[in-house]
């Protein structure tokens, strides 16, 4: 499998977050019921915290109007299509609660990139990107309250943000690689065209 790389100029990291300071989670992507948005605000409206959820991107018109229908907390906020670089700067954690096999997942990716850690279902290819407790926190869609619990944690633990924070950018540092991608193209065609050759 060779993952394509990605542009994405490196940035400061952001300062630590301290005791008692908000939580601002974000979602970024289709709107779809696959992408688990629902399972997510959800597992939001149980968390009594300083927390607030904001909500990019866009879907089937009848399904992103279910969704404003009953999402009545002031705490969630639909925000439609954005720039995706200006988005990661705004939140401290992104969640992407696909249900299913998400072959690479991208957002994840770009967010690491951006010092975002991650809370991921643990499906598909978000488990090659996020790992558990060093870029980020998997939950499992089997196990409803996991999302939640995941918010939580990172929400009341600023040692473990701190360090999931720290680790994001390096944790996707070759995957971003494009001499990467390139060497590994390469090795590929090698490869192929060795086995072409005439005995």
Not at 32 to 61: H, P, T
Not at 102 to 107: K, R
């Amino acid at each position: 499998m060779i993952y394509n790389s990605r542009n994405i100029p490196e940035s400061p990291i952001p300062e630590e977050r301290k005791i008692g300071q908000s939580l601002r989670v974000g979602y970024i992507g289709t709107l779809a019921e696959k992408k688990g948005v629902e399972w997510l605000i959800n597992q939001f409206n149980k968390i009594d915290a300083d927390a607030s959820l904001v909500i990019a991107g866009g879907g089937q018109k009848a399904y992103e109007a279910h969704l404003r229908a009953t999402t009545r907390n002031p705490k969630i906020s639909f925000v439609g299509y954005v720039d995706p670089a200006e988005f990661y700067k705004q939140i401290d954690v992104l969640v992407v609660p696909s249900l299913w096999q998400e072959p690479l997942g991208m957002v994840a990716i770009e967010a690491l990139a951006y010092h975002v850690p991650v809370i991921a279902n643990a499906i598909g290819g978000l488990q090659e990107t996020v790992l558990h407790d060093y870029n980020g926190l998997l939950c499992r869609h089997e196990e409803q309250d996991s999302l939640g619990q995941a918010i939580q944690r990172i929400l009341q633990d600023v040692d473990l943000y701190n360090h999931l924070m720290k680790n994001a950018r390096a944790s996707v540092s070759l995957i971003l690689s494009q001499k990467r991608m390139i060497d590994e193209y390469l090795e590929v065609l090698y490869g192929v065209h060795q086995s072409t050759e005439p005995k």
